[in-house]
């Protein structure tokens, strides 16, 4: 079983659309949590943290459910700049370097 | 801050070549890490550095090697290119638990 597991999509939505991503991850003492971007070629950017009370920034909101192990991403009014690659990554370990596991991503196409 | 760059951008090699892929940060960050990302495939943690002179394998370290003689550079050597090793190469440095991004080496094998 793979380590952080997302649908790959990929997702074609309207704009103005809502849009959900889900995201499970194998390990239950994982520690932090996050959403990454990708645009087509380009190298991945932290698009948001999430806390497990949920967290939102702007038309974007983060979820998280330990007890199901499992990580969500909204996206509400979907814009064409939305369209990219969405990477749910998660950090295993409390303390020691920093290392993150990043799912395959899940592709978001947002057409007019 | 240009942050972490790369070079090169892209690179075709022949089987059995060797290269160095170079990184850099300026964000004067200890660790720092190499990923290969292939075709609709998450990134693979190649090898990371937690500072100068320390450095240790990730979940794909076979074929590569690294060194970190100083914080702001971390190169990765491919000694025997094999058409397995094509693929996109990302240098990243962290702050805390965000991980900052070169803009990534292509890297094909013939």
């Known amino acids: 079983r793979k380590e952080v597991e997302q649908d790959p999509g990929p997702f074609n939505v309207p704009e103005g659309a809502t849009v959900a991503f889900n995201c499970t991850y194998s390990?239950?003492?994982?520690?932090?949590f996050f959403w990454y971007r990708q645009d087509c070629r380009k190298e991945p950017k932290l698009l948001m943290s999430?806390?497990?009370s949920g967290n939102e920034d702007g038309r974007f909101t983060a979820q998280l459910n330990r007890a199901s192990q499992y990580i969500s991403l909204l996206i509400r009014d979907s814009k064409l700049s939305d369209s990219a690659t969405y990477l749910c990554?998660?950090?295993?370990?409390?303390?020691?370097?920093?290392?993150?596991?990043f799912g395959a991503g899940t592709r978001l196409a947002v057409h007019p | 801050n240009a942050g972490v760059t790369q070079t090169p951008k892209f690179r075709i090699l022949k089987i059995g070549q060797s290269m160095t892929l170079q990184c850099t940060q300026d964000?004067?960050?200890?660790?720092m890490y190499w990923y290969r990302q292939d075709p609709g495939m998450g990134l693979k943690l190649i090898y990371y550095?937690?500072?100068?002179?320390?450095?240790d394998k990730g979940e794909v370290p076979n074929g590569y090697n690294v060194s970190r003689s100083t914080t702001e550079d971390f190169p990765l050597r491919l000694e025997l290119a094999a058409p397995s090793q094509t693929s996109v190469y990302f240098c990243?440095?962290?702050?805390?638990?965000?991980?900052?991004f070169g803009p990534g080496t292509r890297l094909t094998v013939l």
């Open positions: 390990n239950s003492a994982s520690q932090s």
């Open positions: 990554v998660v950090t295993p370990f409390s303390g020691g370097y920093n290392k993150l596991i």
């Open positions: 550095s937690v500072g100068a002179g320390i450095t």
């Open positions: 964000m004067n960050h200890n660790y």
């Open positions: 999430v806390y497990s």
């Open positions: 990243a440095s962290t702050s805390l638990n965000e991980q900052f």
